[in-house]
């Protein structure tokens, strides 16, 4: 088993030779932050600290900007370290400083409510808007948690819903057809109410001309039926021409109930 003598690692300045790298075997040689805490810290502070403290400070302090999720507290904390650090910087000026690194939800309602003139007014009055900004966060969100989810729509009942959508729209169509229709056919039987002479004074309740309507006619050797000249209401041609007009409609509706009848016995005999 081997064994190791750590005698002259313990003891320093022991068995280094030119290794030792504090030459602390020789008093005179030994450096003064060995035994001295302050100097040790100003050691450091020199080989590893900024070169120049005071220009890195204010270059921080130009860049600090706050977060839109932090709150103002870290923010402040921040810029007393960076502002304690810096010399020859007035109260208008690191009040300036202080206001360009806010974000905008401070600066707006800073702008509503009015600027500070001092530093302190202004970390106050950021400390203020912070703490209701977040509040008024927290009642959002207990609010959102509190409200029952909303249940998911199916499918089946869409389809159904488009398909209800689909039949009351054919049937607002149908009602919006049939009103058009209706209305035309008002038109129609005005224009041609309009288009007939006035009879009400001509006929009686019997719908026939009354005594001196026809006395009137007889005396002047007017028509009996369109009041016309030259000719009877026997041989009146107007007369005839309605009479013409109501056989045909009269032959074409026994056409159309001859083939309808056809058309239902023949489907009978194929079943």
């Known amino acids: 088993m081997l064994r190791c003598d750590w005698s002259n690692r313990i003891r320093p300045g022991v068995g280094h030779g030119r290794n030792n790298l504090l030459n602390s075997g020789d008093p005179a040689d030994r450096p003064c932050w060995m035994d001295s805490w302050v100097h040790f810290v100003t050691e450091l502070q020199s080989t590893f ?35 304690s650090q810096v010399q020859d910087y007035g109260d208008g000026a690191l009040c300036r400083l202080f206001y360009s690194g806010l974000p905008d939800r401070l600066k707006d309602e800073i702008a509503r409510v009015g600027k500070p003139l001092t530093l302190h007014g202004l970390r106050a009055l950021c400390q203020e808007i912070d703490a ?57 039987n005005q ?45 009146c041609p107007k007369k005839t021409k309605k009479a013409k007009a109501r056989a045909a409609a009269i032959a074409a509706e026994s056409g159309k109930t001859d083939s309808t009848n056809s058309g239902a016995n023949s489907e009978s005999k194929k079943e």
């Open 191 to 235: 224009s041609t109410s309009g288009s007939r002479p006035d009879l009400t004074n001509k006929l009686g309740k019997d719908r026939k001309l009354t005594a001196d309507e026809r006395k009137r006619r007889l005396d002047n050797n007017l028509c009996m039926f369109c009041r016309g000249t030259g000719h009877f209401a026997d041989n």
């Open 132 to 188: 209701r900004y977040w509040e008024r966060k927290d009642e959002i969100s207990r609010t959102t948690k509190s409200q029952p989810p909303s249940s998911p729509t199916k499918p089946s009942n869409s389809g159904g819903n488009s398909s209800n959508s689909g039949q009351e729209k054919s049937k607002t169509g149908n009602s919006s057809s049939s009103t058009n229709s209706g209305s035309s056919k008002a038109t129609s």
């Open 49 to 83: 600290g900024p070169h120049d403290p005071i220009a890195d400070a204010e270059h921080q302090l130009e860049h600090l900007r706050m977060k839109d999720a932090h709150r103002v507290t870290r923010y402040i904390v921040d810029f007393n370290r960076l502002a």
